[in-house]
Antibody, heavy 126, light 110 residues
């Protein structure tokens, strides 16, 4: 049974870099057909996709966050990470990591988030 | 402002059938699949429907999804009190080159 667990500081100062790690158990992060994603949710608001990374290192980012985001995969530790620079209070949210499973359909792979971590709350405050 | 548009709320009585809409455009739902997620307060979202109308193992067949043109719908039949939750649609957007979510619909069972 695949499990994902987020970890990292719960409090980050404005202008600093938010760093979170998602540890994967029960499966190899190097497996084919998976992307590894980060999603966040401000209190009382909806879900916002941050970005995703493939085990090879290729990435896709939310265009509104792209200049500040880095998602990377560490195959040796079976984990992936999120770095968000120059944070402000607007970055305060619950941060989730998730596995994107791919399914071949016609001529394309289509992805859906089939496993989620429990989430970790990050507050940006001085 | 979310790229995908959902009604902020929906409601129904036990046993009723409720539908939640998700409206997009040609760059997302119109050309890509739709997934639906269910979220209870204080917990992580859970995959409910994938690739428009597929149910993961363990999801009751009371839940069904459909997609037509640039819109999608989630239907819940035989509504139960435990279905009270937030529901989110999601799709890939070719113009933004990323995943887009709907703003979420809070379902209340009266």
């Amino acid at each position: 049974q695949v499990q994902l667990q987020e970890s990292g500081p719960g409090l980050v100062k404005p202008s600093q870099t938010l760093s979170l790690t998602c540890s994967v158990s029960g499966d190899s992060i190097s497996s084919d057909s998976y992307y590894w994603s980060w999603i966040r949710q401000p209190a009382g608001k909806g879900l916002e996709w941050i970005g995703r990374a493939y085990s090879s290192g290729s990435t896709n980012y939310n265009s509104s966050l792209k200049s500040r985001v880095t998602i990377s995969v560490d195959r040796s530790k079976n984990q992936f990470s999120l770095k968000l620079s120059s944070v402000t209070a607007a970055d305060t949210a619950v941060y989730y990591c998730a596995r994107d499973r791919g399914q071949w359909l016609g001529n394309y792979y289509y992805y859906y988030k089939d496993v989620w971590g429990k989430g970790t709350t990050v507050t940006v405050s001085s | 402002q979310s790229v995908l548009t959902q009604p902020p709320s929906a409601s129904g009585t036990p046993g009723q059938r409720v539908t939640i809409s998700c409206s997009g455009s040609s760059s997302n739902i119109g050309s890509n699949i739709v997934n639906w997620y269910q979220q209870f307060p204080g917990t992580a979202p859970k995959l409910l429907i994938f690739i428009n109308n597929q149910r993961p193992s363990g999801v009751p067949d009371r839940f069904s999804g459909s997609r037509s043109g640039a819109s999608a719908s989630l239907a819940i039949s035989g509504l139960q009190s435990e279905d009270e939750a937030d529901y989110y649609c999601a799709s890939w957007d070719d113009s933004l080159n990323g995943v887009v979510f709907g703003g979420g619909t809070k379902l209340t069972v009266l």
